[in-house]
């Protein structure tokens, strides 16, 4: 694998995430999570039930963990009620379903069904299919599912695969800086990842968030205003490195194929972007560079 992993891996996130991402903000999938039963005046309702339903019918605690950046009250406000609305083998099939869709209305059916999304999903299952799911939760849950026929949506569940492991290596490398939950949402808005509105939306209280910001300070990493320090800045580039280090593994599985990846995937993030049908702010962290 050329390049630097790190730094290539996260170059290559910023490719799956918004193919993954779909699954929470097109209009075909809160389209399919009404008809399911969910309430989708907002989008947590269904954002627990489709994430989380690849663990089963888990609890507010296990979903708490993996998650790791919500708020406890709100996942209980959710999980394990998703469950009484739909079981959770409905909901992988469905969310499934509902991507199809997206995605033929985003890219057209003459794209999805082209050679080059083919190929694109190839390198992405293989990559996928490459990734270490221990003390992974929501990579192995993904990766635990039966592949789709279809090759545009077996890139979306390679994505979706190479996006939680990164994330749940995201989580780790969290625990080993020290950051808690709330904190790192808190760190994240002091390096200008969102204005800090934008992270109420996980469910912290205004205290619980003044209480997260002061443990900072008293470690030197943000200031009275919220802004990173200079050393909250190296902090969080920090943790950034080491989750794009702890996401490279996968993709060294392609070797000199990752060119053609990006190449090929590159261009479909950008159309799936460039849509609208993504926010332009939220606590994806997109729009950040690092």
């Not at 309702?45 to 998650?67: H, K």
């Not at 299919?129 to 890139?155: F, K, M």
């Not at 749940?168 to 709330?182: E, I, K, N, R, T």
Request: glycine content about 8%; overall charge negative; some cysteine.
């Amino acid at each position: 694998m050329q390049g630097a992993p790190d730094g290539l891996a996260r170059q290559l996130w910023r490719v799956v995430e918004p193919i993954h991402a779909i699954l929470y903000y097109a209009p075909e999938v809160i389209d399919e999570a009404a008809k399911l039963g969910y309430d989708v005046d907002t989008r947590w309702p269904s954002y627990f039930a489709w994430r989380a339903a690849p663990l089963g019918a888990v609890g507010a605690e296990t979903v708490s963990s993996a998650f790791y950046s919500f708020s406890p009250r709100l996942v209980e406000a959710h999980i394990p009620a998703a469950w009484e609305i739909a079981a959770p083998e409905t909901i992988v099939e469905r969310r499934l379903a509902a991507v199809d869709q997206a995605l033929r209305n985003l890219l057209g059916d003459e794209r999805v069904a082209s050679p080059e999304v083919a190929e694109a999903a190839r390198l992405a299952r293989r990559a996928a299919s490459a990734a270490g799911t221990a003390g992974r939760p929501l990579a192995a849950a993904n990766a635990g599912l039966e592949w789709a026929d279809q090759p545009h949506l077996v890139l979306w569940q390679a994505a979706t695969i190479l996006r939680e492991h990164r994330g749940d290596g995201h989580v780790a490398a969290a625990l080993v800086a020290g950051f808690d939950p709330c904190e790192l949402l808190v760190s994240f808005a002091a390096v200008g990842a969102a204005p800090a509105e934008v992270f109420a939306s996980r469910g912290w209280t205004p205290d619980e968030w003044d209480d997260a910001q002061a443990r900072l300070a008293a470690r030197g990493w943000v200031n009275e205003d919220g802004t990173a320090t200079e050393a909250g800045v190296k902090a969080r580039a920090d943790l950034e490195q080491r989750t794009s280090e702890l996401a490279a593994g996968p993709w060294q599985a392609l070797d000199n194929e990752v060119g053609r990846f990006v190449q090929l995937a590159g261009p479909l993030a950008g159309q799936i972007a460039a849509s609208g049908v993504l926010p332009r702010q939220s606590t994806l962290g997109l729009s950040t560079r690092s």
